[in-house]
């Protein structure tokens, strides 16, 4: 049962589509207003600069409290994990009253506290254990990310708990290949698992949620595939089946995101794509050529420019080419700034093989005219 109701959950998801609309031009003023003075919610919020700045201040506290313990020499790992268990359950406990008493929401300052808690937690767990203590604490954190996302409804701590269940098989004595395949098999039963949610709660709370656990663990599996990504060095038939996994996974990324319109996972896959064509050669051990870039930009360019010409005369399955959020020229304008910023510095000029102009033979009002040549 998630701490912040499902109805204080939706207004907020209704306000931040108000305000997208009132960028759009999709409503005035006068009529924004008075749909966000409908949708008020008493709850204490802050936006998401202050929200980091609060996390990580939070982080810092309980970092420097932990800290504190240095001064008794605690050498014993029982008395460590003591010490981590006693900090785990204050941050805990505090975290939860900043939500149920003061009704922060998104706050950062609570955020921080209760994954501080998932953390301590793992270590002590991991402090506990002589042996397989790696394993044990990553088996401790995702499960305590599992609790955060459905208690607090934090993402990135269901997330981070898939991670942690995905790492497993790296902390055991495994075989390269037996891990990178046990560890993207989990990924997909996370896959399978939040997809189904996703599917039947569609747009609704929480389905946009877990929209984005989905689209996390379908990259987590494209990541531990592609060994191009890590440089990882393996050959045989377990190197050709992660080859042609870079092209399947995009491939059925996109025609399961396409008929349900999830534009979150039909992102990913395109993202997913062309990573899988920049990661082509070195696959094949082709040597890189000059003109790839420009090949590759020429065809992100035509093919920008087919999809918007189909696109042009109407609605496609549901798809249109007109920017219907504000969202979307932000997203844009960050792309644009960032290939602009990006942008390779030029070869420095060498000055010092320039031959040193000699002067002499003009005078003075002349220019040299009258001088000798």
């Not at 209704?14 to 003023?29: H, I, K, P, Y």
């Not at 992100?300 to 020229?329: E, M, W």
């Amino acid at each position: 049962m998630r701490q912040y109701s499902q109805d204080d959950e939706e207004k907020i998801r209704a306000q931040a589509l108000v305000r997208e609309w009132r960028r759009s031009g999709l409503l005035d003023v006068a009529q924004s207003a008075h749909l966000e003075t409908s949708l008020h919610v008493d709850l204490r919020r802050t936006n998401f600069f202050f929200r980091a700045l609060l996390f990580l201040f939070g982080a810092i506290i309980v970092l420097a409290s932990v800290w504190l313990t240095n001064p008794f020499e605690l050498t014993d790992k029982l008395a460590q994990a003591a010490v981590c268990v006693v900090m785990a359950v204050v941050c805990f406990v505090v975290g939860e009253l900043l939500v149920a008493r003061l009704h922060f929401y998104r706050f950062g300052i609570e955020e921080s506290l209760l994954c501080a808690s998932a953390v301590l937690l793992s270590v002590a767990v991991g402090l506990v254990l002589n042996s397989h203590e790696v394993a044990a604490g990553l088996a401790v954190g995702a499960i305590c990310g599992v609790l955060l996302f459905q208690i607090f409804g934090y993402v990135y701590a269901a997330i981070g708990g898939a991670i942690c269940a995905a790492m497993l098989p790296f902390a055991a004595d495994l075989s390269g290949e037996t891990e990178r395949l046990l560890a993207a098999l989990i990924f997909a039963v996370v896959f399978v698992i939040v997809r189904s949610r996703r599917i039947s709660l569609d747009d609704d709370f929480p389905g946009d949620d877990y929209g984005l656990i989905q689209a996390a663990a379908w990259a987590g599996i494209y990541c531990t595939l592609n060994l191009q990504l890590s440089y990882s060095h393996f050959g045989g038939t377990f190197y050709w089946f992660t080859y042609a996994m870079t092209w399947v996974l995009p491939i059925v990324g996109l025609s399961l995101s396409i008929p349900k319109k999830d534009r979150i996972l039909l992102n990913l896959s395109v993202v997913m794509l062309l990573t899988t064509l920049v990661t082509n050669k070195p696959y094949l051990g082709l040597t890189r050529k000059p003109w790839d870039p420009i090949l590759f930009g020429l065809l992100l360019i035509g093919s920008a420019l087919i999809i918007k010409r189909l696109l042009s005369k109407g609605q496609r399955y549901g798809f249109t080419a007109a920017r219907l959020l504000a969202g979307d020229k932000r997203i844009l304008d960050m792309v644009a700034t960032a290939s602009a910023v990006m942008q390779p510095k030029a070869p420095a000029h060498d000055t010092t093989a320039r031959p040193e102009f000699g002067g002499g033979g003009g005078r003075s009002g002349g220019a040299g005219a009258s001088g000798e040549f």
